[in-house]
């Protein structure tokens, strides 16, 4: 008996001792005030449609001028008028730019520099633009992985490398880069979608760590499933083993996916994600990415563990569903 009360108590005197160390290593850690929309200059790429319109509108309705990015000029049109319908005040604006953001850097900073003559330095920028193709990997296009890189990874160091020296100036602002739950884990047809999303992270993990210092966060938001025009067409070619495997998560209205980006890119927080799956990921992939709160750092202490003996069920099921798909057709081939 007192051999296990001693246990007990040693038990919890080295839980207190490494409860105190965790909270003097993260204590320093001031979380960023957040950033008043109101009157704010945010650029949206992708501000046209699916997420990145609910992010403008809904950055719209905290306040701010907003400029869409984007190429189809009858689409953006489109979607100023929209947004224009939810203002708080008579002063704000809603300006559009059609360009390519993946192709050429130059041109792409003298577009945004225009846009920052008219509305003022951009206060947050949102990069949404973005383009998914679904396909097994020997069937996927080599140029169709060069494309997607570029829209999905380039078209998002462009617009930022455009803004990020005026921001430093300030020393104030928010860039957002938006990647998906696909940037998190890879899924099967994802092969070329999924590296690009990838990608976005290594960069604001490198980006955070050099902007800090002049009060600029960064946010990395990873939406899962989202019922977008872009979501409608890329499920008409989707492979049934990728649609099985998605189930796993539900689908999301843009407008809750917006509101949930927006609220974290004013608190400054490197993470964004949505719903009870999101959470659970974005603790399982936190690695060793910023933390902005002290009560965040003790979640992933406490939770990483648990979630990956979780993600163990999830991993053997996705096999499975492969498994059986790929039985499936062999059969049918044999019959046809
Ligand atoms: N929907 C989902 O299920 C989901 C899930 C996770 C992550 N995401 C990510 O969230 C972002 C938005 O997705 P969404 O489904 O809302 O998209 P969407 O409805 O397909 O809209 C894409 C937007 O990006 C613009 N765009 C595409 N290529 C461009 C380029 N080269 N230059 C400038 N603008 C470009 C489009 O306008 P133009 O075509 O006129 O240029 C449009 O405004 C994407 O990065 C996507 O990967 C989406
Ligand atoms: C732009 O979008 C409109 C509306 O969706 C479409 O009718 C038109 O063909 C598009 N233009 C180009 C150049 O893709």
Do not use: W
Request: hydrophobic share 45%; charged share 20%; glycine share 8%.
């Amino acid at each position: 008996m007192p051999g296990a009360v001693l246990l007990v108590v040693a038990t919890g005197a080295a839980l207190i001792v490494a409860f105190l160390l965790l909270f003097c290593i993260v204590a320093p850690l001031t979380s960023p005030k957040p950033l008043a929309l109101s009157g704010a200059h945010v650029m949206v790429t992708g501000g046209s449609s699916g997420i990145g319109k609910s992010i403008a509108i809904e950055c719209f309705k905290q306040g701010a001028f907003i400029t869409l990015i984007a190429r189809n000029e009858s689409r953006l049109l489109e979607a100023k008028k929209e947004i224009e319908k939810f203002s708080v005040n008579d002063k704000q604006v809603v300006h559009f730019i059609s360009v390519d953001i993946s192709k050429d850097c130059a041109h792409v900073a003298k577009v945004l520099k225009q846009a920052q003559e008219k509305l003022g330095p951009v206060d947050m920028l949102v990069n949404c633009a973005g383009t998914s193709v679904n396909g097994k990997f020997e069937d996927i296009d080599g140029s169709k992985f060069e494309q997607l890189m570029a829209v999905n990874y380039l078209g998002s160091v462009y617009p930022t490398h455009a803004v990020i020296t005026t921001m430093k100036e300030r020393r104030m602002g928010r860039i957002v880069f938006v990647s998906s739950q696909a940037g998190q884990i890879g899924v099967f047809g994802y092969s070329a979608y999924s590296a690009t999303k990838f990608a976005l992270r290594g960069l604001a993990e490198a980006l955070q760590m050099e902007v800090k210092p002049y009060n600029i966060y960064i946010t990395v938001a990873y939406p899962p499933d989202t019922d977008t025009p872009g979501y409608a067409e890329e499920s008409q070619t989707k492979l049934l083993e990728t649609k099985l495997i998605s189930e796993a998560s539900s689908i999301c209205h843009p407008d809750h996916v917006a509101r949930i980006i927006v609220k974290d890119a004013i608190q400054g927080k490197f993470f964004s994600s949505v719903g009870a799956d999101g959470h659970m990921l974005a603790i399982l992939t936190s690695g060793m990415s910023p933390v902005s709160s002290i009560a965040e750092a003790l979640e992933g202490v406490i939770f990483m563990g648990f979630f990956r003996f979780i993600s163990l069920y999830f991993i053997a099921s996705f096999d499975s569903i492969v498994r059986r798909c790929m039985v499936q057709k062999e059969k049918s081939e044999k019959t046809d």
